[in-house]
């Protein structure tokens, strides 16, 4: 039996997917290896193979705040996994019009829906979501506010595990707006859970949460100090438009202090690679030289966000099976 929000039944297995916050390392190991089994089908581009694994299931993709990435990985993943896609869209929809969240949310499960996929720019959106919607739907976090985006930070976890392996030896650095940044937060989770051997943080102490070292990480203001034999480094944008007030003074300075460059990189492990959940603003968190080089696996995080949103959408809707096993439709 689900109780309230949590994301688990009493078998442990995934009903919802809201945060990366209490769930055990072999679960998430486990969304890993699903995610593996998928990956030869999301890369097999133009000739796009699908799975049954959802085939009768409706997914409906509820966006109240902009996305590209997320919002089209969501949907490519949930079509080869044979499943129905509504992209409900907010601006034109029933809710800019006065109704209440959860009265499009009641009319939505009376067209037998079967899971949410959730954007909001409120933190808790999706939680909120997940407790009062029927209880055969699921629900799926894709970032609400600067709280929690579960499965970017698990498409991170598999672009690291395909180039390192094990996670235990690992220092990871992840570097700029921490303070606005949901997906930093699911990151330290995740990392910590599974185990690598440090994780810092490294941002101007105006974009740094006041606790930041009860998050399990180790802090630096200085770029080249906090990225020195680091194996993993991961970008982030300035969330400008959570600021409020002037935290930074320029983007040219911001850029001098904290942008990535080769010159600076140098100063990482050798065969360090470099990531960013996008979009890049590139000369503001990084050269172009830098995104574009060859540490830079950018666009490999997002081909894999396909294979882990397969793998968390049929784990919560309790259907995985090994992709290679099954025939294609
Ligand atoms: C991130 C987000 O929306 O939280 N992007 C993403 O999902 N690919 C990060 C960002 O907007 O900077």
Do not use: W
């Amino acid at each position: 039996m689900m109780k309230g929000n949590r994301q688990t039944n009493s078998k442990g297995q995934l009903k919802h997917f809201l945060s990366i916050d209490g769930l055990k390392r072999d679960l998430l190991v486990e969304i890993l290896n699903n995610a593996e089994s998928f990956t030869s089908l999301a890369r097999q581009g133009r000739s796009v193979k699908k799975v049954p694994l959802l085939r009768g299931k409706t997914i409906t993709n509820l966006f109240f705040e902009s996305s590209t990435r997320t919002r089209t990985t969501f949907e490519l993943a949930a079509k080869r996994l044979s499943a129905d896609v509504l992209n409900l869209n907010i601006s034109t929809s029933a809710t800019s019009k006065g109704e209440s969240l959860l009265d499009t949310l009641h009319n939505l499960e009376a067209m037998h829906c079967d899971m949410f996929v959730v954007r909001h720019a409120s933190s808790g959106a999706a939680h909120f979501i997940a407790k009062h919607c029927a209880p055969h739907i699921s629900v799926i976090n894709a970032g609400d506010g600067s709280h929690s985006h579960p499965t970017q930070a698990m498409l991170d976890m598999l672009t690291i595990r395909q180039h390192k392996g094990d996670f235990t030896p690992l220092r990871v650095a992840i570097v700029g707006d921490i303070l606005h940044s949901r997906v930093a937060r699911s990151q330290v989770l995740a990392l910590n859970t599974l185990g690598v051997s440090e994780v810092r943080v490294i941002a101007p102490r105006t974009l740094l949460p006041f606790d930041a070292r009860a998050l399990g990480v180790h802090v630096y203001h200085d770029l080249i100090e906090g990225i020195s034999d680091v194996d993993v480094v991961i970008m982030l944008r300035l969330q400008k438009e959570r600021m409020s007030g002037a935290l930074l003074p320029t983007e040219a300075e911001y850029f001098k202090l904290y942008g990535l460059t080769e010159e600076k990189l140098k100063h990482a492990k050798e065969d360090v690679i470099v990531m960013h959940p996008g979009p890049i603003n590139r000369g503001v968190e990084m050269d172009s030289a830098v995104a574009d080089g060859k540490h830079s696996v950018i666009l490999e995080q997002v081909s894999n966000g396909i294979a882990v949103r397969m793998a968390i959408m049929s784990m919560c809707l309790g259907t995985h099976q090994d992709a290679d096993m099954e025939d294609t439709v």
